[in-house]
């Protein structure tokens, strides 16, 4: 494979790939976390208000919260967030340095030196997924 299509078909693809499914995560993330903010500062004002429609709706919002947090927790939106921005990030930095020239990219096998990276980087990816659905499984 030559570079120029290694660089386009592996590196700007997964770069794609972990950019979209990182901003995706924080999305969930940032959105339940908003809700679950929300339904519990909205608790004690109803509280105050003790009718039994208000009762009905506190037990709800309590509920609803741990439900949320409970997705939060199993989904680690925050984490997958962090960590595929990361990847992509990575996956950037090392991209730049081939393309300038730069340490470690400055010598006769910089090309072979970058897909190595490159595949180490995303192989660790993969790897960190499969323990993750292992664990999943396991519990």
């Not at 004002?45 to 003790?50: E, N, Q, V």
């Not at 919260?65 to 930095?93: D, P």
């Not at 190595?116 to 980087?121: I, K, P, Q, S, V």
Request: overall charge neutral; some cysteine.
């Amino acid at each position: 494979m030559e570079q120029e299509e290694y660089i386009k078909q592996r590196i700007d693809d997964q770069i794609d790939w972990y950019s979209k499914k990182s901003n995706r995560a924080q999305l969930w993330f940032k959105s339940l976390r908003i809700f679950e903010i929300s339904a519990a500062a909205t608790i004690p004002f109803l509280a105050c208000y003790a009718s039994e429609t208000n009762q009905i709706i506190v037990a709800l919002l309590g509920i609803c919260i741990a439900i949320v947090a409970g997705i939060i927790s199993i989904n680690k939106f925050q984490e997958i967030w962090i960590q595929y921005r990361t990847t992509s990030e990575s996956l950037k930095h090392h991209k730049y340095l081939y393309q300038t020239e730069s340490r470690p990219y400055d010598g006769e096998d910089s090309f072979k030196m970058l897909v190595a990276t490159t595949e180490a980087l995303i192989s660790k990816e993969n790897s960190n997924w499969n323990i993750y659905i292992k664990q999943i499984k396991d519990k």
